[in-house]
């Protein structure tokens, strides 16, 4: 019953900015995670960024200083903010929010992903 839905993907030149989007709803435990992954054909998924509901974040060297994690915790939202993208970029964006239940048991989702192709 969980959902987790990204949006935002697209086409988008070298040296450009989109911003993805991913709202989580459903859930009946507290999230206490959410990161965004990518994945490129042929490559294994990769860790982007994430932000914690403390607002910790953490961001993969390869985007650190381009890209930016941000969430709205009322609305179980985060977004990805790309800036200077670049062809490495290229990949299916998933949205992965980790959430924990009162026994300490963890829980993981995963959206279904939304492309992004840095191409001019």
């Known amino acids: 019953q969980v959902q987790v839905v990204e949006s935002g993907g697209g086409l988008v030149q070298p040296g450009g900015s989109l911003r993805l989007s991913c709202a989580v709803s459903?859930?009946?435990?507290?999230?206490?995670?959410m990161t965004w992954y990518r994945q490129a054909p042929g490559k294994q998924r990769e860790l982007v960024a994430g932000i914690t509901s403390g607002g910790s974040t953490n961001y993969a060297d390869s985007v650190k200083g381009r890209f930016t994690i941000s969430r709205d915790v009322a609305k179980n939202t985060v977004f990805l903010q790309m800036h200077s993208v670049q062809p490495e970029d290229t990949a299916v964006y998933y949205c992965?929010?980790?959430?924990?239940?009162?026994?300490?048991?963890?829980?993981?989702?995963w959206g279904r992903g939304t492309q992004v192709t840095v191409s001019s």
């Open positions: 459903g859930s009946i435990f507290s999230i206490y995670r």
């Open positions: 992965n929010a980790r959430a924990s239940s009162p026994y300490f048991v963890e829980y993981e989702y």
